[in-house]
């Protein structure tokens, strides 16, 4: 067991997951170079389930992060519930 979760018995069972892609654009000038100034995030608990080992329940919260476009200077977020991933426009 490592340390005191029984979901992995050594650290080779550790495996690095990267984040997949996502192509954010600046919804002003369309350029793909910005700044993620900071982010928040509704704090509703929501459990997780798991079957066959992989995990099926969602992430009920709302992550908000807010962002400067570096090539036009334009503010805009990053909205992600349930799967999905917005840009809106403002402050």
Do not use: W
């Amino acid at each position: 067991m490592l340390g005191n979760n029984p979901l992995f018995d050594n650290a080779n069972d550790l495996v690095y997951r990267p984040t997949p892609k996502v192509d954010i654009k600046c919804p002003y000038c369309g350029k793909c170079y910005y700044s993620e100034d900071y982010s928040m995030s509704t704090a509703m608990y929501t459990p997780t389930i798991i079957k066959d080992g992989k995990v099926v329940s969602e992430d009920g919260n709302i992550h908000t992060t807010q962002c400067t476009c570096l090539e036009c200077g334009n503010k805009f977020k990053i909205v992600r519930h349930r799967g999905e991933t917005k840009i809106e426009r403002g402050n």
